[in-house]
């Protein structure tokens, strides 16, 4: 665990809302430059460099870095290092007999550009902007304007789009 004081006074050539975000990338590259390879910062670091705010970050910091599992990390001296818990990954149950015929089925029921023609879910498709809300209308080729104008009236109530809905059907 190599330990380095890295000096951070560069930051103060820049304009004062840019120091710490300065001396975050200052320290970033000298310790890139000194290990050979990208080292991520500790949370603890960052919030030493950022403690005395935008305008004030510290002239020098010392680091420590050490090995994890996903890279090199920067510490604060003295600080343990967390492993992260590996996650458990949960095997999905193979699909019954029963959910297989039930996936055929839907596939045979929709129509050639794969949507199915008895779902067509309004509610989604007017939830967006009306801009998207028109573009998908005219993209569809079979609509229900009176299902759309409900879906509308359910969800956002926006004149503009009710009037186009009520213009088009």
Do not use: C, H
């Amino acid at each position: 665990m190599p330990r380095y004081t890295v000096n951070l006074s560069r930051a103060r050539a820049f304009s004062r809302r840019k120091r710490a975000s300065k001396a975050m990338k200052i320290l970033r590259e000298k310790l890139e430059e000194r290990e050979g390879e990208e080292v991520s910062v500790s949370p603890e670091v960052n919030s030493k460099i950022w403690e005395s705010g935008i305008e004030r970050p510290p002239a020098k910091l010392e680091v420590e870095v050490v090995e994890t599992a996903d890279g090199l990390r920067a510490v604060l001296p003295g600080a343990e290092v967390e492993e992260p818990e590996p996650e458990e990954i949960e095997e999905e149950p193979e699909p019954e007999e029963e959910q297989l015929e039930e996936e055929e089925a839907e596939e045979q029921d929709t129509g050639d550009d794969g949507a199915s023609t008895e779902s067509i879910d309004y509610e989604e498709i007017v939830s967006g902007t009306v801009g998207e809300a028109k573009e998908q209308l005219q993209e569809m080729d079979d609509v229900d304007w009176d299902k759309a104008l409900e879906a509308e009236e359910d969800n956002k109530d926006r004149k503009t789009l009710k009037e186009w809905i009520e213009s088009q059907g």
